[in-house]
């Protein structure tokens, strides 16, 4: 496993250019080591990973996974976290500690995201990491796991991730934060009640009207705007 982390590695590096992580290392500023690779590139790679994992067991694609994320870098740790969503079986055989060992270390806004559509949320809608163990992250001290415990409502809720709708979840997350003037929370809130309207109309009017007071202005004004118009910035 840890050899094949390593030819991922390699041919992340192989294709990452200078141009580009100049011009994303602001975007999505990181402790992690940017490699400077475009999207495409990145999942070319995944693309071969999950060829070679094809028919392997679950476990071997989750440590697969959890060597590349240990590698330290933005777009490994991205790639982990599709190679691991691609693999038959793979979010299934997922348990908490699991799901916290891949998302440790997440520290901007990007791999955040990845980490909740990819992992994070649909292991809670399948039933592998809890409503607790949500809803702790969203009592964190870390803005980086509140984050997280917002957009793993996401792919409850999103039909391109395999969402049906989840109001009752997605609703007791963002009461949890709805007052967080953190710009990555209120974010994030948005993003999620933006998703959950399809679902819940009334449900996120209600809501909207109940933290009027306490919600970020960036909440209201796009939530509104999409309620409104059917876009977040018509």
Known sequence: MKDMAREIDAELRRRGSRARRAATVG???SRMENLGVAAQDMRAVVREARKKLKGEQAGTAMAVAKAVVSQGTLEGRQAAFEILAGHRGGLEALGLRDVEALGRGIDNWASVDGFCCCVAGPAW??????????????????????????VATVPL???????SGDPRRTLMVVEKVAGDQDPMIAKAVSWALRVLIQHDRRGVVAFLRKHE??????????????????????
């Open 27 to 29: 975007y999505y500023p």
């Open 157 to 163: 809720n999103l039909r391109s991730r395999g969402g």
């Open 213 to 234: 007071a306490t919600l970020p202005a960036i909440v209201k004004r796009e939530v509104g705007n999409k309620l409104r118009t059917g876009r977040k910035n018509p």
């Open 125 to 150: 809608r399948m039933g592998r990491i809890s409503d607790r163990d949500v809803m702790r992250w969203a009592r964190s001290k870390d803005r980086w796991w509140r984050r997280a415990a917002v």
